[in-house]
Structure formats: structure tokens, C-alpha cells
């Protein structure tokens, strides 16, 4: 698991928790046993099994977690994803917190599932973006992954793409580019340039300049296919700008390598499950 998520977790349960769980530590008592378990309400894809042993370790390291469906399974209703056994209290205070993120992660991994299989036989792969919600960034692109995509950059730090804007302050596709190679120079920064065209004048310039990838953004898919002809190899390629579900394939067949989404996670709907006792 990655380390960036335990201190994650420590504000979760600090946002949730507070002073104290009043409600639980009114009613039950501190030596109270019991166990629970994680039902599935909703058919999809389970996502989150490994960031949910991290909750409940990091709050009580004595809970029992047994799993029945790992990560990236398909779950249908009625389906026990595990079982937690210790601290009825324990139990009671990490449910929310769990099933927050697990329904979240599920419902990323479950669109991000529709999506792959709708490129099944083609090369093309389909990535996530940075329209993610704020702090859970490192769990959605995970959750990404489990549902079978790609993910793009993680942040601003890790590669270079240079979309519209930054063209426009620049002054135009090749003082952009040939800025961003020289920063990379001086930086001594080994990271991969992409830049958005938006017409196949930019798309020569691009090409001209030289890049690792080339993002042609609302482009039709006829335009699209003229624009993979004309890189030819040249680079990587990627489609973006209005893209949807139904219009997916259609884009993929043009012979890009990739389609970014950014419904894999600003606009997904998360998978209903519940943490109920076993009595």
C-alpha cells in the first residue's frame, strides 16, 4: 500500500471521530466482541480491499479481517466481500470510514470496467485524468486500475503536458515545447512531454518540434484517423475532448493509443454496500 495513504488515514478518522464516537461509547461496552461483514447491495466491481485492511489495522491492529473477494473481482448483490472480527467499538467506529471509500473506489473501478471492455480487441487503452476529488487522487487512480485502465500523470509533477493555455502564454506550439525541453535540460528532469493540439496546423508544428506524445483534442474521429496517419508513429497519440461512452469505440478504431476520461472519476456513482453485524 502506499505510504502517502497513512497519513490520509489518520485525518479521515480525526475528521470523523473528533473527540470521541458519543454514540458508540454511550451504549456499548469497552469489552464488547463482535463481528461484521461487508455486503455487496450493488452489482459491479469491488474495489478498496487492501485500503480497508489499512484502516482497520491502523485503528485497531487486534481486528480480524478475513476476505472472500479480492480487488477487481465482479461482486453481485448478496455477495460477503470479508468478515471483521474485535472490538465491537473498534468495528463501529472504522464502518463509515471504510465504506466511504470502498463505495467510492468501487464506483470508479466499475465504470472504469465498462469502459476497458468497450476497447476489448483494440490496442488503444483508456486513462484517467486529474479531475479527481481533491485527497482521495491517489485512491481513484488506484481504483482506476483495478477496473483495467490507465493512469495518466499523477500530478503536475511527473510528466510535462502542455494544453491549451499554456500554449497561448507561451506564444504558440513551438516556443512551448522548446521551452519545456530546455527546462528539463536545466532541471536536470527526465520527464515526458505531451502537448494538446486542437488543429492539424498545430498538429504540423508538434510533429516539427518533436514530442513523446501528442493529444489531439476535439477532434471528430474522421480527423482523428487523418491525424494518426500523419504521426505515423512518429510519437504516442491520445484523444480527448467530448468523448463518451458511446463515441469511445469509434475514436479507438481510429488507431489512437490512448483515450483519456475524465468521467472515470469526477462524475462516478458509488457502489451501494453495507457493514452490518453478524448476530
Given at each position: ?76 448483490v448478496g455477495d460477503i466481500a470479508f468478515e471483521v472480527e474485535g472490538k ?163 475514436y479507438a478504431e481510429c488507431g489512437v493509443d490512448y483515450i483519456s476520461v ?18
Open positions: 500500500m502506499n505510504n502517502s495513504y497513512h497519513e490520509l488515514i489518520k485525518y479521515w478518522f480525526a475528521e470523523d471521530i473528533g473527540d470521541g464516537d458519543h454514540t458508540s461509547l454511550s451504549c456499548i461496552p469497552e469489552t464488547a466482541l463482535g463481528k461484521s461483514q461487508l455486503i455487496i447491495k450493488e452489482k459491479g466491481v469491488l474495489a478498496g480491499v487492501d485500503v480497508a485492511r489499512e484502516i482497520f489495522h491502523a485503528f485497531d491492529p487486534e481486528l480480524k479481517m478475513q476476505v472472500f473477494i479480492q480487488d477487481g473481482a465482479q461482486v453481485n465491537v467499538l473498534s468495528l463501529l467506529q472504522t464502518e463509515r470510514l471504510m465504506l466511504n471509500i470502498m463505495q467510492r473506489m468501487s464506483g470508479v473501478a466499475t465504470v472504469t470496467r465498462t469502459y476497458a471492455q468497450q476497447l476489448e480487441g483494440l490496442k488503444t487503452k483508456v486513462l484517467d485524468t486529474r479531475k479527481t476529488t481533491p485527497g482521495l487522487r491517489l485512491l481513484e487512480k488506484e481504483a482506476v486500475k483495478i477496473g483495467g485502465g490507465t493512469n495518466h500523470r499523477i500530478g503536475l509533477y511527473d510528466m510535462i503536458l502542455l494544453k491549451d493555455n499554456h500554449v497561448d502564454f507561451a506564444g504558440g506550439i513551438a516556443n512551448a515545447i522548446n521551452r519545456a525541453k530546455q527546462y528539463c535540460t536545466e532541471k536536470k528532469k527526465q520527464l515526458k512531454i505531451e502537448i494538446e493540439v486542437r488543429n492539424f496546423d498545430e498538429l504540423q508544428q508538434a510533429l516539427s518540434c518533436g514530442v513523446d506524445r501528442i493529444m489531439l483534442d476535439n477532434f471528430t474521429p474522421e480527423n482523428t484517423r487523418k491525424a494518426v496517419q500523419i504521426i505515423a508513429g512518429a510519437c504516442e497519440t491520445e484523444s480527448s475532448g467530448g468523448i463518451t461512452f458511446d463515441t469511445l469505440r469509434a475524465g468521467a472515470l472519476t469526477h462524475s462516478v456513482k458509488s457502489l451501494d454496500m453495507s457493514f452490518k453485524a453478524v448476530k
